[in-house]
């Protein structure tokens, strides 16, 4: 099969030609040099499809194959550079922050990518999910305030991110040593959406904010109270053991061991 990809290939135009050679290699998994030769290809093309689409295969081969993501990050920037169909601009600044936020994980280059991505976005119920993701990773960076001041405005017309711009909401309280705060946001989404709250695992959650708070008894008397709306049994035994040992122990508890 390859030889007959050759050979048919060697009448067609340069960069058609080199395409076929890298589809030749892909089929061998030698991804290093295919990815070489869609660049190549895609630089001697003059078609604007065909061009994006070998730079795209590029950028994928990149990204997951090889794990080369400067060089992916570099053929999808190229992309947004040149390409005139909106939504591949789109779809390539998307895959950017998607490595900066999943492979590399650096979280100030993803935020800033997002930040970029977010006013491109005309769907309202993607562009709540860029919200949420550019409030995540301000919270990932430690950036409290504008991460709330995101969130705030969001909650004013979300529709599709509720409960997960309210989880973190509590998630930064508690990171900011304000557990009251985090606690009654957790009571308000148990309150909206009781089976978000389950799904989440968040009743193990707001009884860690009690512990984090040192009232170890608060937290005890949260996992008795929701025992049956926690699965992970398992998990709920050693917590409940761990937190007895710790109320045992607290100074000036009554019955604490001598």
Known sequence: MASALILISACRPTAERTYNEALVEIEKGHFRIATDLLEKSANAEKKENEKFKYLLEAAR?????????????????????????ENRRIKAQEAIT????????????????????EPLVKEEKEKEKIKLKIAQTQYLTGNYQPALDEINMALKTS????????????????????????????????????????????????????????????????????????????????????????????????????
Do not use: C, H, W
């Open 98 to 117: 998607e490595i900066y936020l999943e492979n590399i994980q650096s979280y100030n280059l993803a935020l800033r990518e997002l930040q970029i991505l």
């Open 159 to 258: 529709k599709t991110e509720t409960m997960d711009f309210l989880k973190l909401k509590a998630q930064i309280f508690v990171a900011q040593k304000k557990y009251k705060e985090g606690i009654d946001i957790y009571q308000e989404i148990l309150k909206q959406d009781s089976a978000y709250f389950e799904k989440e695992n968040l009743f193990i959650a707001a009884s860690v904010v009690y512990e984090e708070n040192e009232d170890f008894s608060a937290a005890l008397d949260y996992l008795i109270k929701y025992e049956n709306q926690i699965k992970d049994k398992a998990y709920y035994e050693l917590r409940s053991k761990r937190l007895k040992e710790r109320l045992v122990n607290k100074p000036f508890y009554k019955g604490r061991r001598k």
């Open 61 to 85: 081969i990149a990204r997951f194959e090889i794990q080369d993501f400067d060089r992916a990050i570099r053929f999808y920037r190229a992309i947004i550079l040149g390409a005139q169909d």
